[in-house]
């Protein structure tokens, strides 16, 4: 690639489940009707994607596959961009949680880093097998521009990675339900990707 090429990266959250609003990390809900309204709204009549990547959970993997089908694209599912396990708080909702554990929540919202759930995958290493994924996708992009289809977790980790932000804020970037990030990857002169941010959050 030339050091003017460059292409485009939008990362997709899942839109509503099914088991309303508790922390869902491993749990594997559906989407409910609502919540694939949300994603078709937000992919509308795009065509410029030549590749989409998926989470396997249920909530990212089966509107993927319906969206490559519809579009004729290439899809691939990949493991790394999983949700964050959240330990003994999976299913539980904030509510339960206040009354039950409100000062390891209130820690893990100004730090997670140092005050994960019990029994959760560590933010380290969840930011490692993420940025993994990330690293691979961006090493070899081909010209082409991608889809990807994730949770919020995933998506705060990409993002903190560009921004260089510290691995303790990322909690306050917030990713609605069917929110649409775009990154440019533009390549420096020895064709290494230089990544930067269009918009967040938003629509296109």
Not at 130 to 142: E, K
Request: hydrophobic share 45%; aromatic share 6%.
């Amino acid at each position: 690639m030339t050091a003017t090429a460059e292409v485009f990266i939008d990362l997709l959250r899942h839109g509503e489940t099914e088991g309303g609003p508790r922390i869902r990390g491993s749990i594997d809900d559906p989407l409910t009707p609502r919540g694939r309204e949300q994603m078709q709204s937000a992919v509308g009549d795009v065509r410029h994607w030549m590749s989409i990547i998926s989470s396997p959970a249920r909530r990212c993997a089966e509107f993927s596959r319906q969206l490559a089908q519809r579009l004729s694209l290439p899809l691939k599912i990949d493991e790394r961009l999983r949700e964050i396990h959240f330990g003994t708080w999976e299913g539980k909702s904030a509510a339960e949680l206040l009354t039950t554990d409100a000062t390891t929540l209130a820690h893990f919202w100004t730090d997670p880093a140092a005050h994960a759930p019990p029994g959760s995958e560590p933010l380290a290493q969840f930011q490692a097998r993420v940025l993994a994924a990330w690293a691979d996708i961006i090493a070899h992009p081909a010209g082409e521009n991608i889809l990807l289809i994730t949770h919020g977790g995933p998506i705060r980790m990409i993002l903190g990675h560009v921004l260089v932000m510290p691995l303790y804020t990322v909690l306050r970037l917030e990713v609605p339900h069917a929110s649409l990030s775009r990154l440019r990857l533009q390549f420096n002169l020895e064709g290494r990707p230089v990544p930067s941010l269009v918009f967040h959050a938003g629509r296109l």
